[in-house]
């Protein structure tokens, strides 16, 4: 589908001097499957929309396999350079962004496991090398408008509970473990998390939604105005439904879970802080053979917007649109 589904949400603070806009990417699932057409389009709304600072909330690429040739990183990082000359370009890390292939694996219908975990080692430097853009793998960005904080959920936490040589499938989903997500909160240098800048725009940049509500995770959260995550690919909810659907609920998730709870923004409140940003690519290339039902879903950007307008005291603006590209 050669078009962009465009979320904004405006939120009111109090203490911001002048508007803020952040554009939001999450899931981009870069390999060659991600066409440069589809690439360039996404960049050029960015320049249209003219945002302060961009956000990517985890999965950069598919697996770190789509980056091994020199041509293909290449590819990522003139485009990602691109984007950096629009505004600071800041990216957290997601499960994908870890994942090598498992040669194992055949396909979908493969009893052996997709994956094994590879630190990143090779993609982070080379972003980190380029102007205005900045991986933030535990690490944080600050100015004199915003403190932005990237918070890396390890391999671990996403493969909690699965066969140590099988892969997850429909009668056997996949989880997350809280309690992981929690031992690294606890153990992180509490600095980047604690006593932050209080007449700052502060906001978390964490892939998966999942515990993004549970009291014991946010707790760790308190002090940050926002948390930008992706993963849920928006629920693999279709066009047309998903404009009527009015829940965070989506149909399935990525560990193949029907019906998960946290799968899309759902605002009810004008203190609601999880947005959870729809993704770029809903079907990866590494979900051979039925990626060309990627065909049926638009590729979704977002925009996050805060502002002194007391209009927005009790009610956040909220507004989403199809766009052609």
């Known amino acids: 589908m050669n078009c962009?589904?465009?979320?904004?949400?405006?939120?009111?603070?109090?203490?911001?001097?002048?508007?803020?806009?952040?554009?939001?990417?999450s899931d981009i699932h870069f390999s060659p499957k991600v066409t440069q057409s589809t690439l360039n389009s996404v960049r050029k709304q960015a320049k249209l929309l003219a945002p302060n600072y961009i956000l990517i909330a985890g999965d950069l690429v598919d697996s770190l396999d789509a980056v091994q040739n020199k041509s293909d990183l290449k590819r990522l990082t003139s485009w990602?350079?691109?984007?950096?000359?629009?505004?600071?370009?800041?990216?957290a890390l997601g499960n994908h962004d870890f994942y090598r292939k498992n040669p194992a694996h055949t396909n979908i219908f493969s009893d052996k496991r997709h994956w094994y975990a590879k630190e990143?080692?090779?993609?982070?430097?080379?972003?980190?090398?380029?102007?205005?853009?900045k991986v933030l793998n535990n690490e944080t960005y600050e100015d004199k408008s915003v403190y932005i904080f990237g918070f890396t959920q390890?391999?671990?936490?996403?493969?909690?509970?699965?066969?140590?040589?099988?892969?997850?499938?429909?009668?056997?989903?996949g989880s997350e473990d809280k309690?992981?997500?929690l031992y690294d909160l606890r153990h992180l240098d509490h600095n980047l998390i604690e006593k932050l800048p209080k007449n700052k725009a502060k906001i978390a940049i964490i892939h998966s939604p999942v515990f993004l509500q549970d009291p014991e995770v946010t707790n760790y959260l308190a002090e940050f105005d926002f948390y930008v995550s992706g993963h849920m690919h928006n629920g693999v909810v279709p066009p047309v439904v998903n404009d009527f659907w009015r829940s965070d609920r989506g149909l399935m998730a990525p560990g193949k879970l029907f019906f998960p709870?946290?799968?899309?923004?759902?605002?009810?409140?004008?203190d609601h802080k999880s947005i959870i940003c729809a993704?770029?690519?809903?079907?990866?290339?590494?979900?051979?053979?039925?990626?060309?039902?990627?065909?049926?879903?638009?590729?979704?950007?977002?925009?996050?917007?805060?502002?002194?307008?007391?209009?927005?005291?009790?009610k956040p603006d909220i507004k989403h649109q199809y766009i052609n590209f």
């Open 80 to 91: 990602l350079e691109q984007l950096g000359q629009i505004a600071p370009t800041l990216i």
């Open 154 to 173: 390890t391999p671990e936490y996403f493969q909690f509970d699965r066969d140590e040589n099988h892969t997850t499938s429909i009668f056997n989903p």
């Open 261 to 270: 709870r946290n799968a899309r923004t759902h605002i009810t409140n004008p």
């Open 120 to 133: 990143p080692t090779e993609l982070i430097n080379a972003i980190n090398e380029l102007d205005n853009v």
């Open 4 to 25: 962009f589904y465009f979320s904004r949400y405006r939120f009111y603070k109090a203490n911001t001097k002048k508007e803020l806009k952040f554009f939001l990417l």
């Open 179 to 181: 309690n992981i997500m």
């Open 279 to 314: 993704p770029v690519t809903t079907i990866q290339d590494s979900a051979k053979p039925v990626t060309f039902l990627n065909k049926a879903f638009p590729v979704n950007i977002a925009m996050l917007e805060l502002s002194n307008r007391e209009t927005l005291i009790g």
